[in-house]
């Protein structure tokens, strides 16, 4: 089976599995489990921030940074194909109250001065302005980077402007490998970050909130709140420390066979290779004779996985449990597939 639908779907490699059993631990509730503290002290310094915490999942991380950062009644700035607008079930709404405006959605090609222009003030009748999101990398734009250029040129619009800035990044360790961008260099620009150990890493479970100390310690109120209180979460916290410090540099593998699928199929007319610059593919099936459900089931009857995001754009991911091997039988199926529909 190439199961190529997530960087979510890898296993938990034997010397991961090995750390996670020998792995000290405590109540991560009352803030004993050394294992977890560990982890956060060293995501925290990545970063360049304070402190962070771990959290079960990159939904309740984002969802918690963003109270962090704007207040019930008060409004968030997002790209319309942003996760947390998408994908996260309108927990911004229904969980903190706040309000949510978008941008026309191009992936990680960000509009500063559009952005700037949505900016609402401080001042009765307008709902404030007091947070903006951004994906690194972009999950619907195709695992596309924001340059840093970019970023910080938000960054002075947002200063200027007295706006909070949050970064969704679950992927942003294939940003820093695709542009060699130092983690501290996206530390020093955004006032939240959320980041992910389960995809892309092979952790089997866990995302981090970064921040300031006076933030983070509200972080952890809303955890307990949200049912994100975990005991003795040091055998997850050691998985999630052993990806750190074993699978970050590798995603460049992830990265050179994302590209080849993209290269194989790029004949087909239903991708592009030039827009492949991390481990995410997207199939534009508009003018293929398959739809992406149609597409996804032909190739899952074959033993190749895929999802099917939009009724015309499947996505491929390739991660740490897709060898060569896979990639090939993948490239194998979907080319027959969509040259004989």
Same mark, same amino acid.
């Given at each position: 089976?190439?199961?190529?639908?997530?960087?979510?779907?890898?296993?938990?490699? =034997?010397?991961?599995?090995?750390?996670?059993?020998? !792995?000290?631990?405590?109540? *991560?509730?009352?803030?004993? *489990?050394?294992?977890?503290?560990?982890?956060? +002290?060293?995501?925290?310094?990545?970063? /360049?921030?304070?402190?962070? @915490?771990?959290?079960?999942?990159?939904?309740?991380?984002?969802?918690?940074?963003?109270?962090?950062?704007?207040?019930?009644?008060?409004?968030?700035?997002?790209?319309? *194909?942003?996760?947390?607008?998408?994908?996260?079930?309108?927990?911004? !709404?229904?969980?903190?109250?706040?309000?949510?405006?978008?941008?026309?959605?191009?992936?990680?090609?960000?509009?500063?001065?559009?952005?700037?222009?949505?900016?609402?003030?401080? /001042?009765?009748?307008?709902?404030?302005?007091?947070?903006?999101?951004?994906?690194?990398?972009?999950?619907?734009?195709?695992?596309?980077?924001?340059?840093? &250029?970019?970023?910080?040129? @938000?960054?002075?619009?947002?200063?200027?402007?007295?706006?909070?800035?949050?970064?969704?990044?679950?992927?942003?360790?294939?940003?820093?490998?695709?542009? /060699?961008?130092?983690?501290?260099?996206?530390? &020093?620009?955004?006032?939240?970050?959320?980041?992910?150990?389960?995809?892309? $890493?092979?952790?089997?479970?866990?995302? $981090?909130?970064?921040?300031?100390?006076? %933030?983070?310690?509200?972080?952890?109120?809303?955890?307990?709140?949200?049912?994100?209180?975990?005991?003795?979460?040091?055998?997850? =916290?050691?998985?999630?420390?052993?990806? @750190?410090?074993?699978?970050?540099? %590798?995603?460049?593998?992830?990265?050179?066979?994302?590209?080849?699928?993209?290269?194989?199929?790029?004949?087909?007319?239903?991708?592009?290779?030039?827009?492949?610059?991390?481990?995410?593919? @997207?199939? *534009?099936?508009?003018?293929?004779?398959?739809?992406?459900?149609?597409?996804?089931?032909?190739? +899952?009857?074959?033993?190749?996985?895929?999802?099917?995001?939009?009724?015309?754009?499947?996505?491929?991911?390739?991660?740490?449990?897709?060898?060569?091997?896979?990639?090939?039988?993948?490239?194998?199926?979907?080319?027959?597939?969509?040259?004989?529909?």
């Amino acid at each position: 089976m190439a199961d190529l639908r997530s960087d979510t779907v890898t296993r938990p490699t =034997a010397a991961m599995r090995d750390v996670m059993a020998t !792995a000290e631990v405590g109540d *991560d509730v009352f803030g004993d *489990d050394p294992s977890v503290n560990a982890l956060e +002290a060293h995501v925290a310094a990545l970063f /360049g921030h304070e402190a962070a @915490l771990f959290a079960p999942s990159g939904t309740m991380a984002n969802q918690i940074a963003l109270q962090l950062v704007a207040a019930p009644g008060e409004e968030l700035l997002a790209g319309a *194909d942003a996760h947390v607008v998408t994908y996260e079930l309108g927990g911004a !709404a229904a969980l903190g109250g706040i309000s949510t405006r978008t941008w026309p959605s191009v992936g990680a090609a960000l509009d500063v001065a559009q952005i700037e222009a949505m900016i609402r003030p401080v /001042g009765y009748p307008s709902v404030p302005t007091r947070a903006i999101a951004v994906e690194q990398t972009h999950n619907l734009g195709g695992g596309t980077v924001t340059s840093l &250029e970019t970023l910080r040129a @938000l960054r002075a619009t947002t200063s200027a402007a007295g706006v909070a800035l949050h970064c969704d990044g679950a992927r942003i360790w294939h940003a820093h490998v695709a542009d /060699g961008v130092p983690l501290s260099a996206y530390g &020093e620009i955004f006032d939240t970050l959320s980041v992910c150990l389960s995809k892309g $890493l092979g952790a089997p479970v866990g995302s $981090l909130i970064v921040g300031s100390a006076d %933030r983070i310690a509200r972080a952890r109120v809303l955890r307990k709140r949200l049912g994100g209180g975990m005991r003795q979460a040091g055998i997850l =916290a050691a998985a999630g420390r052993y990806a @750190l410090e074993h699978h970050v540099d %590798r995603l460049a593998d992830d990265h050179a066979r994302a590209r080849r699928l993209a290269e194989s199929l790029a004949p087909l007319g239903v991708t592009d290779p030039a827009a492949v610059r991390t481990n995410l593919v @997207l199939l *534009d099936l508009t003018k293929a004779a398959l739809d992406a459900p149609a597409l996804a089931a032909a190739a +899952a009857e074959q033993g190749v996985l895929i999802a099917a995001m939009l009724p015309r754009t499947a996505r491929l991911v390739t991660h740490l449990d897709l060898d060569d091997d896979a990639t090939d039988r993948a490239i194998g199926v979907l080319t027959e597939l969509l040259r004989t529909a």
